[in-house]
């Protein structure tokens, strides 16, 4: 489960490329003003880590999810002229992710039950045990809250009057990847503290518990 929840978050590494653009992008706004320069300080640092992560021949997953990330951020900025919109595309996906998810366990196709059924190789095979879907739904709420957090605590920001980048950055920062980790941590702590049932006729041939 730590290896796969590593992997998931593409290690250390992985979570650092994904706050660098960010921290760029808000460093320079706070002390220059000018959002082109900031823009271009944001996208030219993911540029940097893609050239690394080749040059290096590791996978470019996660800088590029960063760089498309800045890309948007940035069209939104720029477009508008504040530095403020930039971090508004995050807040509308999160509250997007949310909904969704929210939704899956209203109709019980929780969505941690496809990521089960991803590593078990049939999709959908954990619908025919109520016990296991009411667990993916309990699990499932645990992706929402941290979802959930960013948009009640950054919407509010981003909507109050002046130039609300320079608390918009490190909000986003704090609130990104140490969430998720928690999340995802507090996942694996419930599945390795609780009693799963299994169906009988395991390998032992009796009834049991995992």
Same mark, same amino acid.
């Given at each position: 489960?730590?290896?796969?929840?590593?992997?998931?978050?593409?290690?250390?590494?992985?979570?650092?490329?994904?706050?660098?653009?960010?921290?760029?992008?808000?460093?320079?706004?706070?002390?220059?003003?000018?959002?082109?320069?900031?823009?271009?300080?944001?996208?030219?640092?993911?540029?940097?880590?893609?050239?690394?992560?080749?040059?290096?021949?590791?996978?470019?997953? %996660?800088? #590029?999810?960063?760089?498309?990330?800045?890309?948007?951020?940035? %069209?939104?900025?720029?477009?508008?002229?504040?530095?403020? *919109?930039?971090?508004?595309?995050?807040?509308?996906?999160?509250? /997007?992710?949310?909904?969704?998810?929210? %939704?899956?366990?209203?109709?019980?196709?929780?969505?941690?039950? %496809?990521?089960?059924?991803?590593?078990? /190789?049939?999709?959908?095979?954990?619908?025919?045990?109520?016990?296991?879907?009411?667990?993916?739904?309990?699990?499932?709420?645990?992706?929402?809250?941290?979802?959930?957090?960013?948009?009640?605590?950054?919407?509010?920001?981003?909507?109050?009057? /002046?130039?609300?980048?320079?608390? #918009? /950055?490190?909000?986003?920062?704090?609130?990104?990847?140490? #969430?998720?980790?928690?999340?995802?941590?507090?996942?694996?702590?419930? #599945?390795?503290?609780?009693?799963?049932?299994?169906?009988?006729?395991? *390998?032992?041939?009796?009834?049991?518990?995992?």
């Amino acid at each position: 489960m730590r290896a796969q929840l590593s992997k998931a978050l593409g290690g250390v590494r992985g979570m650092v490329e994904a706050a660098v653009p960010t921290i760029g992008f808000t460093a320079t706004y706070v002390a220059s003003k000018d959002i082109k320069l900031s823009v271009g300080v944001g996208i030219g640092a993911a540029v940097v880590l893609l050239v690394l992560r080749i040059a290096q021949r590791t996978s470019v997953q %996660f800088v #590029l999810n960063s760089l498309v990330g800045i890309a948007i951020a940035a %069209f939104f900025a720029l477009r508008s002229g504040k530095a403020e *919109d930039a971090f508004l595309p995050g807040i509308m996906l999160n509250a /997007g992710y949310a909904a969704a998810m929210i %939704f899956s366990i209203a109709v019980r196709w929780p969505i941690v039950g %496809f990521i089960i059924g991803s590593v078990t /190789g049939d999709p959908t095979a954990w619908r025919s045990d109520p016990g296991i879907v009411k667990l993916c739904s309990r699990l499932t709420w645990l992706l929402v809250l941290p979802c959930a957090l960013r948009v009640a605590v950054q919407y509010p920001i981003y909507l109050a009057s /002046g130039d609300q980048s320079g608390l #918009l /950055g490190p909000a986003k920062i704090v609130m990104g990847w140490p #969430l998720q980790v928690a999340a995802l941590a507090t996942m694996v702590w419930l #599945l390795a503290r609780g009693r799963t049932p299994l169906p009988a006729g395991d *390998d032992d041939g009796e009834p049991g518990h995992a």
